[in-house]
């Protein structure tokens, strides 16, 4: 069974830092790309980083960059979030999610979604 599981949310003040990780069992994800996503109340999901499935290419969102960082980890079939200088607008349901196109355009380019986990910035 094909499942992505996503851990390492939670409550974290403003210009604290948070690592996500997105465990992949069922299927071998270095063969696929791995995007994450972030939904916030009442707003659409939208895309905040991915990572290819060849060389590790990386694409990231203007609102993210020089703060988030992707990366993988092929041994243990699974991709992080890194996430430092965060501000309350990032606070939102992070979502990772495997597809055959690295690309955080929009969600529909994604075969395959985790559960999410909440990161909540606030004082």
């Known amino acids: 069974q094909l499942q992505l599981v996503e851990s390492g949310g939670g409550l974290v003040q403003p210009g604290g830092s948070l690592n996500l990780s997105c465990a992949a069992s069922?299927?071998?994800?270095?063969?696929?790309?791995i995007g994450w996503f972030r939904q916030a109340p009442g707003k659409e999901r939208v895309g905040v980083s991915c990572?290819?499935?060849?060389?590790?290419?990386?694409i990231y969102a203007d609102s993210v960059k020089g703060r988030f960082t992707i990366s993988r980890d092929n041994a243990k079939n699974t991709v992080y979030l890194q996430m430092i200088s965060l501000k309350p607008e990032d606070t939102a349901v992070y979502y990772c999610?495997?597809?055959?196109?690295?690309?955080?355009?929009?969600?529909?380019?994604?075969?395959?979604w985790g559960q999410g986990t909440q990161v909540t910035v606030s004082s």
């Open positions: 069922g299927f071998t994800s270095a063969n696929y790309a």
């Open positions: 990572i290819n499935n060849g060389a590790g290419s990386t």
């Open positions: 999610a495997a597809g055959l196109i690295a690309t955080i355009q929009h969600p529909r380019w994604y075969d395959y």
